[in-house]
Structures are given as structure tokens and as C-alpha cells.
């Protein structure tokens, strides 16, 4: 799905719920590149999503499905790549791990022998061997 898309499909998931999303140009000095601002908040007991015009759009995305992630969402229908999104922003959710760049060495999970104590074992390999 295009960034655009996915941008637009969080905003009529916001308005399904009752949350309006208003783009505005934030101050510069309150905002950056590395720390963009913005979010869930409530004007005149009104719930409100504020996202600055003026950062790049996956940091829009980021800050709509953020403060979407902080709302119940499971009444309403979502295609699941918009809650994967909303997901993947939630407070407690981890952080994937990033694909590991050619000719950099790979770090396998490592699993305990039973009872958690003792020797660390590699994980089981899925290929045979053959000596030559």
C-alpha cells in the first residue's frame, strides 16, 4: 500500500471513531527531524489528533497510528495492514529487528538447555551435511 494511502486510511479510521486529525505547521523550534511532536489530545472535550504539516510522511504516519494505538479500536472495521500499522505503535509493542546488510555477520538466537541453566545451544540446523 502507498504511504499516501495508508496516511489516509488511518485518517478515516480516526474519523470512524470519532477523533478529527488536523494537519498543522508546527513552530520549528518545537519540533525536528529527530523529534517530531504531535498526537492524541482533547480540545474542549473534544478527542483530537494534532500531526505537524511540515514532517515527512512516515512520521505523520507514525504520529496518527500512535495515537490510534492508544484508543479502542476493535469495533471498527480496519484492513489489516492499517492495524498492523496501529499495532506496531502501540506502547509495549517490540521493535523489530533489522535485516542484517550484505556481508555483515548474522547473530542466530541462542536457546537454553532445558531449565534455563547450563549449556547455550544453537539453534537446530534444517540442512544435512554431506562429507565430500
Known amino acids: 500500500?502507498?504511504?499516501?494511502?495508508?496516511?489516509?486510511?488511518?485518517?478515516q479510521?480516526?474519523?470512524r471513531v470519532g477523533i478529527a486529525v488536523r494537519m498543522?505547521?508546527?513552530?520549528?523550534h518545537l519540533s525536528d527531524a529527530r523529534n517530531p511532536r504531535g498526537g492524541l489530545c482533547t480540545v474542549l472535550g473534544k478527542r483530537l489528533i494534532l500531526v505537524d504539516?511540515?514532517?515527512s510522511l512516515p512520521d505523520r504516519i507514525a504520529t496518527i497510528a500512535g495515537a490510534l494505538a492508544?484508543?479502542?479500536?476493535?469495533?471498527?472495521f480496519l484492513p489489516p495492514i492499517v492495524r498492523?500499522?496501529?499495532g506496531a505503535h502501540a506502547p509495549g509493542?517490540?521493535?523489530?529487528?533489522?535485516p542484517a546488510a550484505p556481508g555483515e555477520p548474522v547473530r542466530l538466537p541462542v536457546r537454553r538447555a532445558k531449565g534455563g541453566k547450563g549449556q547455550r545451544?544453537?539453534?537446530?540446523?534444517?540442512?544435512k551435511w554431506r562429507d565430500a
Open 1 to 11: 500500500m502507498e504511504l499516501s494511502r495508508l496516511l489516509d486510511e488511518l485518517t
Open 53 to 55: 504539516a511540515n514532517a
Open 93 to 98: 509493542a517490540r521493535p523489530r529487528p533489522r
Open 70 to 76: 492508544r484508543v479502542d479500536m476493535e469495533s471498527v
Open 13 to 15: 479510521a480516526a474519523s
Open 121 to 127: 545451544l544453537l539453534p537446530l540446523a534444517r540442512t
Open 84 to 86: 498492523a500499522t496501529i
Open 24 to 28: 498543522e505547521a508546527f513552530d520549528p
